[in-house]
Every structure is written in structure tokens, then in C-alpha cells.
């Protein structure tokens, strides 16, 4: 076949594939993005037309050669301004309020406080310490904007790509590193969890750092070995879902000792005595920086863990997605085909190596972990899994021309269909109204948070985030109300919203009536009730401005009202 119609074939089966996934639509079952959502008001032929041109350029940046030392800084720049386009996206996860509460309470109260008070005045729902605290210095240090922890995960992306290619690089050759680090971009759901301010990126970050500097510190030793430890730990303290990945550590272990073994040389044992004394190393460090904060915080992480198997575990199973969704329509498929494949050549060339990227894969279909958001950790494996298949391709031009095909046609799919969906997402209301309460330069406002019967999810949780769209002070008095029943609450996947604390920066400095500039109302439809007290104190008030944009598919919304003069 000649090489002009290799590359029409590939340009072909791009355009088809987003075409067949267009059509079956249907099967998506994603929670945020699914494509009957995020498709149904985007016109499909402006898309085609947009895939078509991503494809073309494709074609001509397949040309242009790339620097292997330009590899990790290409990977780097590119990632990082791919992922600031989507910084308008509002806050479409709830979760967000628990880790800007977190953050704010370093802010305010110092690092000393959140310590001590973690688990107690705190209350860490399921949550692990570490991330907050790092978006609590960034509070203290560079003030409490949005931007600057969009910023901070923007760059944890972007260096994660940057380690996926140094893994691949270590493991096999630069550039299978290079196109698995460019592979991440190919997935469109993870330019979704970008720029939300939860703790799913960072924890991408800690685990690949970890898994790199594990295999690191086995082949070069000396600095490698605490600095290993540390990354371990960190990735340990950022998510509870973390440890059962870290379990590719024992893996790397593995391999590198039968590696060792199968060399049939006479340093053969000694290369094997130095990866035990060296994995023995890594797991003293670890196990003492696990083991002072784990001491330290024993009864809350005790507590926590015993709702993580009375409600986390039992709910996994009634909050999942399918597989298609996840690696059919929010990967794009050619990355899912070629991870496919690479198993078969590993298993034909008998690679050893390839069992370290294909561990966390095989964990998550083995304990049948069906949502997303709760595998976002093992995407740099997958698009490493995609890379290797990728080279089995001999001719250079078509593996570049097939990566940045799924590249582009996957930021053209988050850039013009999930973007827009996201910013006419509820919550949206939150973002806009926090900015028009910061041009109206007051310097007091007072929400009440209006939960009505039936809600699913307590309105209280909102006042955090509008809180993290506003430079003004907020007076907020939690008054529970119209609460589900206890066994219902027990069930519910929002169950940590009925759970809610009001902090107590969010308290009046006195008893006195609160006299506000300006009084928000947040409620989860525009036809609520306001209750006596509430409308005793809006007389004061001539304007009000109304932020109600609703997508129509989600069961809670953030209606909010500002009243002002």
C-alpha cells in the first residue's frame, strides 16, 4: 500500500470512529460527561469539519521532526496550555466545597490548627490531608483565588505527562516515553477534572512521580531511595484509593528481581542482592514518614476507614459507569485499541517490563472499579499500555501522525462539545454571581442556603463555593432544615453534604444583627420559599440579579439570587 493511502485509511478510520461513537451515543453512561449530554446541542457537521482540520494539521506536524531533548519540555508546554483553556469551567463537583473548606481553614487559622483539628473540629468526611493542606499553603502564601490552585493542578498535569515520558524512557526508549506522555492528552474526560479543585489530578501526579522514582531508586540508589520514600508518602496521604496502587511498587520489585535472575551472569545475584537492600531502604523511610503521621492522626484515619467499608465500598457498586463509556467514548478508541494490542506483542516478546503499566489496568478490571473519576490514577499506565502498541508500528511517520490524530480530535471533542456543556452546568450560577458580587466592591454579604423537601443534596454546601468565586467576607448561620430521613441519608451518594459543619469563619463577630451590603439567596430551584425572617431583611434591598442557568439533567442545582442596591 502506498503511503498516501496509508495516511487517508488512518484520516478515515479517525473521522469514523468519532462518527460510530456519535451515533452510539447512547451507550454512554458517564456521570458528567456523557455524550448524549455533552452532543445534544452542538452541531455535529461543525465538529466534523473541526475533527477534519485537527486531522490535516496532524498530518503536517507528523512532518516536522522533534528534538528528543525538546521531548519532556514539549510535553510540558503543550500539556500546561491545553489545560488552561478549560480554567473557565465552574465547579460542576460538589466534593469541591470539602476541599476549599479544608484549604481555608490553613488560611485563616494557620497549618498548626488544621493539623490538630483534623479530624476533630475538621471534619475530614473521607478525605486524606495531603492535597488540602498543599491548597491551603497556596491560600496563605498567594492569597484565596481559584486561579492559583487552577494553576498549581495545571502544572501537576503537566508534569505528570513529563514523568509518564521519563517512566517509558527508563523502561524501554525515549520515544515510547514521549507518545505516552502526549497519549494523556488523548483521553477528553480528564480536561473536565483539569480545573476543578479536588484532589483526583494531584493524585495522578504523586502516583506516577512515585512509580518513577521507585524505579529510580532501584537502578541508581544513593538520594533516590528517601526521595522515593517521600513520593510514596505523599501519594499515600492524598487519597485513600491510592494505596491499592501502590501496590505496582511491589510489581516493579518483582520484575526488576526475576530481571536480575534471568541474566544468567555472574553479577547476577549481586545485582539481585542490591534491588532487595534497596527496596528494603525505600520501605523503612516510607514506612517511618507513614507511620509518625499515621500515629499522630490514628483515631481519625481509624474512623474514616470504618466509613470507607460501611458506605464508600458498599456504594461503589451503585455509582459505577461501564467500561465502553470509559474507555470507548471518554478515551478516545484508539488509544483503548492500541493498549489492547500492546498486551499481545508484550506477551509475544515475553516483556517483563510491560507487567509494571499493565498492573493498575488489570487491578481495576479485576476488582471491577467502574467509575472515571476513581481511575483517573492509572491514565499515564493506560496511555504508556497505548505507546508500546503504538511502536510496534515501524514506520515513524504514521505513529506521530496516529498520536496527534487522537491528541487534536480528543482536545477538539473537550474544547467544543465538554467545555460548553460544563458552563451551562447549575453551578455555573455559583461562579457567576460570586463575580458580580466582586464588582459590585462591598465589602459584606450574607447567604442563606434554602434546602427544600425531597432535595438530594443540602444547599449548604454551595455557600464554600460561591465563598471561593467572592473576594468580600461572607456571613453564613447553617440552620439545618428539611433533612431526609436518617436511613435515607445513610444511602445517598451525597451523604457527606447532610453531614455538613458550618466553619466558623463564616460566623458573625457579634450578636448583633447582621448588617449586610448585599444578602444572597442559593436554592435548588427559582421557586422557593423564603421564610419570614429572611424577607423581613430584604426590604432594605431595591435590585436583585438572578443567576438560574439549569442544563435539565442533573438532580441537584444552584439557583442563586442576589439582592443589593
Known amino acids: 500500500m502506498k503511503k498516501r493511502d496509508v495516511f487517508i485509511l488512518i484520516s478515515t478510520l479517525a473521522l469514523l470512529s468519532f462518527a460510530a461513537l456519535f451515533t452510539l451515543r447512547s451507550f454512554d453512561d458517564n456521570r458528567l460527561t456523557n455524550w448524549q449530554w455533552v452532543f445534544d446541542n452542538v ?4 465538529l466534523y469539519l473541526i475533527l477534519f482540520a485537527a486531522i490535516i494539521i496532524s498530518y503536517y506536524l507528523s512532518k516536522i521532526p522533534v528534538s528528543k531533548q525538546r521531548y519532556g519540555i ?20 460538589v466534593d469541591a466545597s470539602r476541599y476549599f473548606t479544608y484549604a481555608k481553614h490553613i488560611e485563616i487559622y494557620g497549618v498548626e490548627y488544621f493539623i490538630n483539628e483534623w479530624g476533630g473540629a475538621i471534619n475530614p468526611w473521607t478525605d486524606m490531608p495531603f492535597v488540602p493542606l498543599l491548597y491551603g499553603l497556596i491560600f496563605k502564601f498567594f492569597g484565596e483565588s481559584r486561579l492559583y490552585i487552577q494553576i498549581f493542578i495545571s502544572l501537576l498535569f503537566a508534569m505528570t505527562t513529563v514523568l509518564t515520558y521519563l517512566t517509558g524512557k527508563i523502561l524501554w526508549d525515549e520515544e515510547t516515553g514521549f507518545f505516552g506522555g502526549l497519549l494523556i492528552l488523548g483521553i477528553p474526560y480528564i480536561f473536565s477534572q483539569v480545573p476543578l479543585m479536588l484532589v483526583d489530578i494531584p493524585a495522578m501526579f504523586f502516583l506516577t512521580l512515585s512509580i518513577f522514582a521507585f524505579v529510580m531508586a532501584l537502578k541508581k540508589g544513593g538520594g533516590w531511595m528517601p526521595f522515593s520514600a517521600f513520593a510514596i508518602s505523599m501519594t499515600f496521604f492524598s487519597k485513600y484509593s491510592a494505596w491499592l496502587m501502590l501496590s505496582v511498587l511491589f510489581v516493579i520489585f518483582a520484575v526488576y528481581l526475576m530481571q536480575a535472575k534471568s541474566t544468567l551472569t555472574d553479577n547476577s545475584e549481586k545485582t539481585s542482592a542490591i534491588s532487595i537492600y534497596r527496596t528494603f531502604i525505600v520501605v523503612c523511610f516510607s514506612a517511618l514518614f507513614i507511620g509518625i503521621v499515621f500515629w499522630y492522626k490514628f483515631d481519625a484515619f481509624s474512623d474514616q476507614i470504618r466509613l470507607l467499608i460501611s458506605y464508600q465500598k458498599p456504594g461503589l457498586k451503585t455509582w459505577g459507569e461501564s467500561y465502553v463509556s470509559t474507555f470507548l467514548f471518554q478515551f478516545h478508541p484508539f488509544i483503548s485499541l492500541a493498549a489492547i494490542y500492546s498486551a499481545y506483542a508484550a506477551f509475544r516478546k515475553k516483556d517483563l517490563k510491560y507487567l509494571i503499566i499493565f498492573w493498575l489496568v488489570f487491578l481495576v478490571f479485576v476488582l471491577q472499579i467502574k467509575r472515571s473519576r476513581y481511575i483517573i490514577m492509572i491514565f499515564p499506565m493506560v496511555a504508556l499500555m497505548a505507546s508500546y502498541g503504538l511502536m510496534q508500528i515501524k514506520d515513524s511517520q504514521y505513529r506521530k501522525f496516529i498520536a496527534y490524530c487522537i491528541v487534536l480530535s480528543s482536545l477538539s471533542i473537550a474544547l467544543f462539545a465538554y467545555l460548553p456543556f460544563l458552563e451551562k452546568i447549575s453551578d455555573v450560577n455559583l461562579k457567576n454571581a460570586g463575580r458580580f ?10 447567604v442563606f442556603a434554602l434546602t427544600e423537601p425531597g432535595s438530594p443534596v443540602n444547599s449548604a454546601v454551595a455557600v464554600p463555593i460561591l465563598d471561593l468565586f467572592t473576594r468580600e467576607n461572607i456571613i453564613y448561620d447553617y440552620q439545618p432544615d428539611y433533612f431526609p430521613e ?8 451525597l451523604r457527606f453534604t447532610w453531614e455538613y459543619k458550618n466553619p466558623g469563619y463564616y460566623s458573625s463577630d457579634n450578636k448583633d444583627p447582621v448588617d449586610a451590603d448585599a444578602i444572597v439567596i442559593i436554592s435548588s430551584s427559582d421557586d422557593f420559599y423564603i421564610p419570614d425572617h429572611i424577607e423581613a431583611k430584604l426590604e432594605k434591598y431595591q435590585n436583585l440579579k438572578i443567576f438560574d442557568v439549569s442544563e435539565g439533567i442533573f438532580q441537584n442545582s444552584s439557583i442563586v439570587t442576589v439582592y443589593y442596591n
Do not use: H
Open 43 to 46: 452541531d455535529a457537521w461543525k
Open 74 to 93: 514539549v510535553l510540558f508546554l503543550f500539556s500546561f496550555a491545553a489545560s488552561s483553556v478549560f480554567w473557565r469551567a465552574p465547579e460542576v463537583i
Open 486 to 493: 436518617p436511613d435515607e441519608i445513610a444511602k445517598s451518594s
Open 437 to 446: 458580587l466582586n464588582s459590585l466592591n462591598i465589602e459584606k454579604t450574607e
